[in-house]
């Protein structure tokens, strides 16, 4: 008999954000890209551009920190999934410290990538 992998994915909030995250992600792994590039339509700004190259203070803003750390949680998640030979087991559960919930609805299939950008960016405007 094979015993069922149990997998948890947390996520993390706001304040696990720097200028240059996701970058390595996004030049080795296209799903990463695919979702840096998605958001960035989606928002209708490169948020990709200022996750990568800042600058700081205005990735720190919480408009933009909100969905950048969103988009780098799930772009780290897709990235895990193509690096896995054997793809990754389903997440019995998810979570996700603040924003990071966001992230988790996303990697449970419970929101939209989009829908979840759109949302922590208006959050963070509130």
């Known amino acids: 008999m094979v015993e069922e992998i149990k997998a948890a994915y947390v996520f993390p909030g706001q304040d696990s954000l720097a200028v240059g995250m996701g970058l390595d992600l996004y030049v080795h792994y296209s799903l990463a890209r695919e979702v840096f590039d998605e958001v960035d339509k989606t928002l209708g700004f490169s948020l990709s551009r200022l996750c990568f190259e800042g600058p700081e203070e205005d990735l720190r803003q919480t408009a933009n920190a909100q969905p950048a750390v969103v988009t780098t949680s799930v772009a780290c998640l897709k990235a895990a999934q193509e690096a896995s030979q054997n793809g ?22 419970v929101l939209g990538l989009s829908d979840a950008v759109r949302l922590v960016r208006e959050r963070g405007r509130l």
């Open 88 to 109: 990754l087991p389903s997440p019995m559960f998810v979570a996700g410290h603040g924003v990071g919930a966001y992230a988790a609805l996303v990697a449970a299939g």
